[in-house]
């Protein structure tokens, strides 16, 4: 895990995507040199998300 120039944890995995059982939200944004407004928005997201799914919800980012 590393932390983004603004403040954002980024993780990297090697292994095969968590099972369905184990993630019960994905949400998936694909963006384009859009870095600052980006920062923004997943942190409301993350703000926004019940406790109870915060550890059971991926966040994916597609940068082109």
Same mark, same amino acid.
């Given at each position: 895990? #590393? ?5 954002? @944890?980024? @993780?990297?995995? $090697?292994? !095969? &995507?968590?099972?369905? @059982?184990?993630?019960?939200?994905? /949400?998936? /944004?694909?963006?384009? +040199? #859009? &870095?600052?407004v980006? !920062?923004?928005? /997943? #942190?409301? /997201?993350? !703000? ?5 799914? $915060? #550890? ?5 980012? &597609?940068? +082109?």
């Amino acid at each position: 895990t #590393r932390t983004t120039e603004h403040g954002l @944890s980024r @993780s990297y995995t $090697k292994s !095969a &995507s968590p099972g369905p @059982s184990q993630m019960q939200l994905s /949400i998936c /944004i694909p963006t384009y +040199n #859009r &870095s600052s407004v980006l !920062a923004v928005l /997943i #942190r409301s /997201i993350i !703000a926004t998300l019940p406790t109870e799914l $915060k #550890r059971q919800t991926e966040i994916v980012v &597609s940068d +082109n």
